[in-house]
C-alpha cells in the first residue's frame, strides 16, 4: 500500500507541485535575499516607464502648441536651459561670471518680494578664480543678497591628496556650518558607500550662498543608466592610522561622532572593523589581516630586505552630505537637516512646519529611486515637454541697483528655478535615463519633482512579493502537470503576460514596484523542470529508439527523427560537403597487418570525426579510408561554407601532429575535397534500412575535387563555389579551370592554404 501511495505520488500529476513548491522555496531565498534578479528588475523598471500614459500636445495654431497637463509634473518646477539660443547670445561656454551674477540679480530684484522664487538652484561649478576678480565679486554679491541660491558640490571615491582635501574641506566647512547636519542617521551608516574626495565652490561663494548639496547620482553598472538619486552622501575624512599592535582590548573610536575603524584588502575593498574587540576578536582580525591586507614593511638599515612587517588599519571620521535635490526640496517644505531622521536601508523621515511629515523610501546607501515624470524635454519652443524649459538667455537682464526701477514682478511666485546646460556637446552633463539621453539638470528635476509630489517609487511588502511567487508558480505547476503541451505552454504564458500587465497597471496608477522577475523564474523552471520530468517518467519508450538510433546516426538526426518520424525522399537544400581520402592506401595496407591496419586507421578515423562534429558537421558514412560528411543539415547554419573549411584546415593541423608521432611508414598524407550547392538531404533507402545522406550533381562535383589534388600536388581542394562565400576569411591559391566528368560547364578550383588573418 505504502510502495502504490508513492508511486502514484511521483506521478506526473501529483509530483508537479513538489516541483513547483520547491522552485518557489529556492527562487524566495534566492531572490529576495541575494539581489540575484537586480539587473533584470532595473530593465523592467524602465520598461515600467516606457509604457507609462503621458501627456499629449496638440497645435492650436502654427507656432502655438498646447501641451496636456501632466499630473505628475509639479508646476513649482522651472528650468531654465542654457542651449543654442543662450549660446548665440552670450558666447562660448562658460560664460562670464557677470553673466550668472545678471540672472541671479534679475530674479531677485523686483518691486513685489512675494512674486520671487522659492529657490534657485544654479547647476554650474565655480571651483577656480577667474581672470576678472571683478566678475567673481558681482556673482558672490549676486547670491548673498539673492539668499535664495543653492550651490552644488562633487564627491569623488578617492581622496586628491592631502593638501587638495584640506582646501576643499575648507571651503565646504562654510556650508556645513551654515546648514548643520543631519538630526540622526540609523544603523548601517558604516555600510554606506564612503566618498573621499570632495570638489566645491571657492569659500566667497559657498559663504554668500544659502545651501548646497551633492550633484552625485548612481549610473548602474552595466548598462549605466540613472535609476537612482542618494539622498544622502558619506564623506569620509581619515582621521588616523594606526597599526595592528596598536590595537587592545580598550581601544575605540567616538561613534557618536560618527568615527569607525577599517582596513582595506589587497583589491581596494573596504572592511568594517567591530568595536569593542575582545582577545578573541583580535586574534581573528590578525590572521584576516596578515592573510588579505597589504603589509607595511619596516627596512631600517635600508638594504632592500625588511626586517619586519606589519598591517594599517584607518580611522575615519563621515560627515553626511545631502543631494542638491534632496536640499531643495527641504527647503521647498520648510524643513532642515535638524528635521530628517535617516534609516539606511529604510526610509528618511522629515519632519514638515504644519503639515504630515514625509517617509521617503530609500536602499542600504540612501538611494531614492527616481519615478520620472516623463521623457526628456526639448528646449525648442514646438519641442515635447515633460518639464517647462524655458531659455536662460531671456532672464538675464542688466538691472539697476535702484528700487525703484525694478520690474513689478518675473512670473516666477514660489517656483523652484533650476539652471544647467541644455545644449549637446555644451558640457559632459548628459546621461542615460530609462528614456533615452537626458540632461543632468532634467535628471535633478525628476528627482527633485518625485519628493515634492510625494510620487515615490514604493517596494510591494515581502510577505506579498513571496505570496505572488507561490500563487503563480503553484499555477504554473497546475497547468503543466494537469495539461497536455498544447494547452500548458499558452496558459502559462498567459498567466506570465496577465501578471507583468498587473505590474505595470499598478506601478503606473500607485507607484508600487512589484518584483516580477522572481515569480517568472518560479513558474519558468517550474514549467520547463514538470515537463522534463514528464517526459523522463512517460515516454521511455521514445528514449528507448532514441538510445537504439543512437548508435548508428548524428545526435542531431536522432532528435530530428523523434519529433518527425523519417520518410523516403529528401529536400534540396544550400550544403557543403566535404570528401577525403588516404593517399596510398593500399601500399600502407600491404606494410601492416590486418589488425595493425585496422588499429591505425581507427586512430586516424576518430580525429579526424571528432573535428567534424566540433565544427558542426554531419559525418554521411566512410567508405574504407574515405571520409564523407557535410555541414548545414539536419540542423540549418549560414555558415556552412566556413565551417567545412575550417574543419579542412583543422584537419591538416591535426594530421601533421599525428605524423610526427607515427614511424615514417605509417605517415599519411590526405586528399580533401569541398563544394557547395544545392544538394537533395534527407532520409534515403528502404522502409526496413535507411541512411541520412546527400545526392545530386554538387556532391559528386565535390567527390571528384577530393581526387583532383593527385594531380595538383595538392591537400585541399574547394570548388569556386566555396571559394565565393570564404574569400574574405580564407587564403587561397587559384588553381586552375577544369571540367569533371559528368559536369558541361568548367569550374574554378582553388587550393585553400590558411586563415586570413
Given at each position: 500500500?505504502?510502495v502504490?501511495?508513492?508511486?502514484n ?10 516541483i ?31 509604457v ?24 513649482d ?24 551674477a ?5 530674479l ?12 534657485l ?21 549676486s547670491?548673498?543678497?539673492s ?7 562633487i564627491?569623488?571615491?578617492?581622496s ?7 582646501e ?8 556645513l ?31 554668500a ?16 543608466l540613472v ?19 596598536e590595537?587592545?582590548?580598550e ?47 619596516y ?17 575615519y571620521r ?34 514638515r512646519p504644519?503639515?504630515?511629515p514625509v ?5 542600504n ?22 518639464f517647462p ?26 517656483k ?7 545644449e ?29 509630489t ?5 517596494h ?14 503553484m ?20 498567466l ?15 507607484n ?5 522577475s ?15 520530468y514528464?517526459?523522463?517518467t ?41 570528401f577525403?581520402d588516404?593517399r ?9 597487418t590486418?589488425?595493425?591496419?585496422v ?33 548545414g543539415a ?8 566556413f ?9 591538416k ?11 615514417a ?8 575535397g569541398?563544394?557547395?550547392g ?39 581542394i ?6 565565393a ?28 592554404v590558411?586563415?586570413?588573418?
Amino acid at each position: 500500500m505504502a510502495v502504490k501511495r508513492f508511486q502514484n505520488l511521483l506521478k506526473t500529476r501529483n509530483f508537479g507541485f513538489i516541483i513547483g513548491f520547491l522552485f518557489s522555496v529556492f527562487f524566495c531565498l534566492t531572490g529576495f535575499s541575494s539581489g540575484l534578479f537586480g539587473d533584470l528588475e532595473a530593465k523592467l523598471l524602465d520598461t515600467y516607464f516606457s509604457v507609462k500614459s503621458l501627456g499629449s500636445r496638440n497645435a492650436i495654431q502654427k507656432g502655438v502648441w498646447k501641451a496636456d497637463a501632466n499630473d505628475a509634473v509639479s508646476p513649482d518646477i522651472l528650468i531654465l536651459g542654457i542651449e543654442a539660443k543662450t549660446l548665440q547670445r552670450f558666447g562660448n561656454w562658460p560664460f562670464p561670471r557677470g553673466v550668472h551674477a545678471d540672472l541671479v540679480n534679475s530674479l531677485s530684484r523686483i518691486k513685489n518680494q512675494e512674486e520671487r522664487e522659492k529657490s534657485l538652484f544654479l547647476d554650474i561649478f565655480f571651483i577656480d578664480e577667474t581672470q576678472n576678480p571683478a566678475d567673481d565679486q558681482k556673482l558672490a554679491d549676486s547670491i548673498s543678497q539673492s539668499g535664495r541660491v543653492f550651490l552644488e558640490s562633487i564627491l569623488d571615491a578617492s581622496s586628491y591628496g592631502e593638501a587638495h582635501d584640506r582646501e576643499m574641506l575648507y571651503r565646504q566647512n562654510f556650508l556645513l556650518e551654515k546648514t548643520g547636519s543631519f538630526a540622526h542617521i540609523g544603523d548601517g551608516w558604516k555600510t554606506m558607500r564612503p566618498f573621499q574626495g570632495i570638489q566645491t565652490n571657492l569659500p566667497r561663494f559657498n559663504r554668500a550662498a544659502k545651501g548646497y548639496g551633492a550633484a552625485n547620482v548612481v549610473q548602474d553598472g552595466d548598462d549605466k543608466l540613472v535609476r537612482r538619486q542618494p539622498l544622502v552622501f558619506k564623506y569620509s575624512l581619515l582621521a588616523g592610522e594606526l597599526v595592528y599592535e596598536e590595537l587592545d582590548e580598550e581601544f575605540t573610536v567616538d561613534e557618536a561622532a560618527y568615527e569607525r575603524l577599517s582596513w582595506y584588502d589587497r583589491e581596494g575593498k573596504e572592511h568594517q572593523i567591530s568595536l569593542p574587540l575582545h582577545k578573541s576578536e583580535l586574534a581573528d582580525l590578525k590572521t584576516v589581516l596578515w592573510d588579505q591586507a597589504p603589509p607595511l614593511v619596516y627596512d631600517s638599515d635600508g638594504d632592500g630586505e625588511a626586517e619586519t612587517e606589519t598591517r594599517v588599519v584607518e580611522i575615519y571620521r563621515d560627515f553626511f552630505i545631502p543631494s542638491i535635490t534632496f536640499s531643495l526640496a527641504l527647503d521647498y517644505w520648510g524643513s532642515s537637516l535638524s528635521d530628517c531622521r535617516v534609516y539606511p536601508g529604510s526610509h528618511i523621515e522629515v519632519s514638515r512646519p504644519s503639515a504630515p511629515p514625509v517617509v521617503i523610501p530609500i536602499d542600504n546607501q540612501c538611494a531614492m529611486i527616481i519615478n520620472y515624470a516623463g521623457p526628456a524635454s526639448s528646449a525648442a519652443v514646438d519641442g515635447p515637454k515633460t518639464f517647462p524649459v524655458r531659455s536662460y538667455a531671456g532672464y538675464v537682464r542688466e538691472t539697476s541697483d535702484n528700487p525703484a526701477e525694478w520690474p513689478e514682478t518675473r512670473s516666477l511666485a514660489g517656483k523652484i528655478v533650476m539652471v544647467g546646460a541644455f545644449e549637446k556637446g555644451m558640457a559632459d552633463d548628459e546621461k542615460l535615463s530609462p528614456y533615452g539621453m537626458m540632461f543632468g539638470v532634467e535628471i535633478h528635476a525628476n528627482s527633485l519633482n518625485t519628493m515634492i509630489t510625494e510620487s515615490f517609487i514604493k517596494h510591494l511588502p515581502l510577505w506579498a512579493n513571496i505570496f505572488l511567487v507561490f500563487v503563480a508558480t503553484m499555477l504554473v505547476s497546475f497547468f503543466a502537470s494537469r495539461f497536455k503541451n498544447l494547452w500548458s505552454m499558452p496558459l502559462s504564458l498567459l498567466l506570465s503576460i496577465l501578471i507583468f500587465l498587473a505590474c505595470s497597471f499598478l506601478f503606473d496608477l500607485y507607484n508600487i514596484l512589484i518584483n516580477y522577475s522572481v515569480p517568472f523564474a518560479g513558474m519558468f523552471f517550474s514549467y520547463i523542470t514538470i515537463i522534463l520530468y514528464r517526459s523522463s517518467t512517460e515516454e521511455r519508450e521514445k528514449r528507448k529508439i532514441r538510445a537504439m538510433f543512437g548508435k548508428y546516426v548524428s545526435p542531431e538526426v536522432v532528435a530530428q527523427m523523434m519529433d518527425h518520424p523519417p520518410e523516403l525522399g529528401g529536400v534540396d537544400k544550400e550544403l557543403t560537403v566535404f570528401f577525403s581520402d588516404i593517399r596510398g592506401f593500399t601500399s600502407l595496407s600491404e606494410t601492416l597487418t590486418p589488425q595493425e591496419l585496422v588499429k591505425h586507421l581507427n586512430e586516424y578515423l576518430s580525429a579526424m570525426t571528432d573535428i567534424i562534429l566540433e565544427t558542426g558537421g554531419t559525418l554521411d558514412k566512410y567508405v574504407g579510408d574515405e571520409i564523407m560528411c557535410f555541414w548545414g543539415a539536419p540542423l540549418e547554419v549560414q555558415d556552412h561554407a566556413f565551417r567545412a573549411c575550417q574543419c579542412a584546415l583543422l584537419q591538416k593541423k591535426k594530421l601533421a601532429e599525428l605524423n610526427e608521432q607515427w614511424p615514417a611508414e605509417k605517415r599519411l598524407a590526405i586528399g580533401i575535397g569541398l563544394n557547395t550547392g544545392i544538394m537533395t538531404v534527407g532520409n534515403m533507402g528502404s522502409q526496413g534500412r535507411m541512411n541520412y545522406t546527400l545526392m545530386g550533381d554538387n556532391v559528386n562535383l565535390g567527390a571528384r575535387l577530393e581526387g583532383t589534388n593527385k594531380v595538383y600536388g595538392t591537400m585541399i581542394i574547394v570548388s569556386e563555389y566555396t571559394y565565393a562565400l570564404v574569400k574574405d576569411q580564407f587564403v587561397f591559391r587559384e588553381l586552375d579551370t577544369i571540367r569533371v566528368k559528368g559536369k558541361n560547364r568548367p569550374v574554378v578550383i582553388y587550393e585553400l592554404v590558411d586563415y586570413l588573418t
